[in-house]
Each structure stands twice: as structure tokens, then as C-alpha cells.
């Protein structure tokens, strides 16, 4: 990126925190982070200011399965009821977000109590939440009724060359999301309400705070309405 855009990038930090107006470009630190789809930066000003440190996105320009306007909602819906990083800023294109001093959980730390304990009241605060403006049918449903869901996936398996290796793990996906793997799961699906999920619950998407332990869940680009266990079995 040449340094106009990086320019751009910090107009925005300046707009939308007020410590941050004053600040040259040169005092304003870039960091860039790995992510999949956005650009994702570490903000650091050179200054005392408040906040130092910020989490700056610049959103995918490429038409996929994340619904941004859907996950902009969420994303603020989150930061306000204090289940997520705050919201500093936001637009079309970027948004600012709030630092989180943390690292990701461990997989050993799923079954300690400490940690166990934590993750399950984060967890069950996220599935209180209620958030207008969003489909309730479950992602599970809305899944196995969509005929064209997995159709993209079919296709890249007709299409490409694979090795031994990687045509092994193709069947085994293949089983996972078949005509009789679908109706077997569509009959033993809750009949309960479903509630809000994350629907990622990776380990990367958990985080323990350095100062005080405590659990933050980051990463809400799939989240909605879906069954509870779907959060736990992740």
C-alpha cells in the first residue's frame, strides 16, 4: 500500500478519536496483523494519549458469505451491552475498535475450571442477548433448506485436481454434509427457540484478557439466531 492510503487510514483514526486530532501522520504507528478477509491493523500513537492503542479495520471490498451490514449491527449491538470491544468508529470502509491486551485460550484451558467457568456465563450472556433486525430462523435450517449452500463446494470438488491426501479429506466432508448426514441432523434439531450464537467459537476467537483473566469474545462476522449447542459443540 502506498502512503495516501495510509494517509486515508489515519484521517480516520484523527476523525473519530478526539486524543488522536493533533497527531502527524509520523506519530501514528501501523502494524499490520494477519486476518483472512479485512485488513487489520495495531494503532499506536507515539503520544499520551487516550486510548494508545487501537484496532483499526478496513473492510473486504469482495462479495462473500459475511453479511457486512448484518455484522456491523452485531459488532455495535455487542460493544454496547459489553460483550465485545467497544466501538470507537465506523463507516462503509473502516472501523475503529477497541484493544483488547489479551491472548488466545488455550486448548489445554477448555477444561480447567477457572477458564470452564468463565467461557460458559460468557457464553450464556451472549445467548440472552436479543438483537432486532435479524432472521431468527436457525443457521442450521436456514442451511439445510438453502439449495445452493453447499452448491459451491460441489463445484470446486468437480472442478480441481487433487492429491491422495487432500481427495481423502474431500470424502470425509462429503459424508459430513450428504442428502443422509442432513436428514438425520434435520430430525434431532431442538424444538426449542433458538437463541443468538457467535457460530465461531474457535480458539482464536476467545480471548483471555492479561490483566484479569477474564473471557472476550471477538470475531462476530457469523454470528445468528442458531441452537445453543452449536456454540458448545464448537
Avoid at 79 to 93: A, N
Wanted: proline fraction near 4%; charged fraction near 35%; glycine fraction near 4%.
Amino acid at each position: 500500500m502506498n502512503q495516501d492510503t495510509y494517509t486515508k487510514f489515519k484521517d480516520f483514526l484523527r476523525s473519530n478519536l478526539s486524543e488522536w486530532k493533533s497527531l502527524r501522520d509520523d506519530e501514528i504507528d501501523m502494524q499490520r496483523l494477519c486476518s483472512l478477509s479485512n485488513l487489520v491493523f495495531l494503532a499506536k500513537a507515539q503520544q499520551e494519549v487516550s486510548p494508545r492503542q487501537v484496532i483499526f479495520r478496513k473492510f473486504s471490498t469482495q462479495e462473500g458469505v459475511v453479511d457486512r451490514e448484518k455484522e456491523a449491527l452485531i459488532f455495535l449491538e455487542m460493544s454496547k451491552k459489553g460483550l465485545g470491544p467497544k466501538c470507537f468508529g465506523v463507516s462503509e470502509e473502516y472501523r475503529i475498535e477497541e484493544y483488547v491486551n489479551a491472548r488466545p485460550i488455550q486448548n489445554k484451558e477448555f477444561n480447567e475450571p477457572e477458564f470452564r467457568r468463565k467461557l460458559a456465563i460468557s457464553l450464556a450472556n451472549l445467548h440472552k442477548v436479543n438483537i432486532k433486525g435479524i432472521d431468527k430462523v436457525p443457521l442450521l435450517e436456514r442451511a439445510f433448506n438453502d439449495p445452493t449452500y453447499f452448491k459451491s463446494f460441489e463445484d470446486k470438488c468437480n472442478e480441481e485436481i487433487y492429491t491422495p491426501e487432500e481427495e481423502a479429506m474431500i470424502e470425509e466432508i462429503k459424508t459430513a454434509v450428504s442428502k443422509e448426514e442432513i436428514e438425520f441432523i434435520s430430525k434431532i434439531l431442538p424444538k426449542d427457540d433458538p437463541v443468538f450464537c457467535h457460530n465461531d467459537l474457535l480458539g482464536g476467537n476467545i480471548l483471555i484478557r492479561k490483566e484479569d483473566n477474564a473471557v472476550v469474545l471477538i470475531d462476530f462476522e457469523y454470528g445468528s439466531y442458531n441452537f445453543r449447542g452449536y456454540d458448545i459443540g464448537n
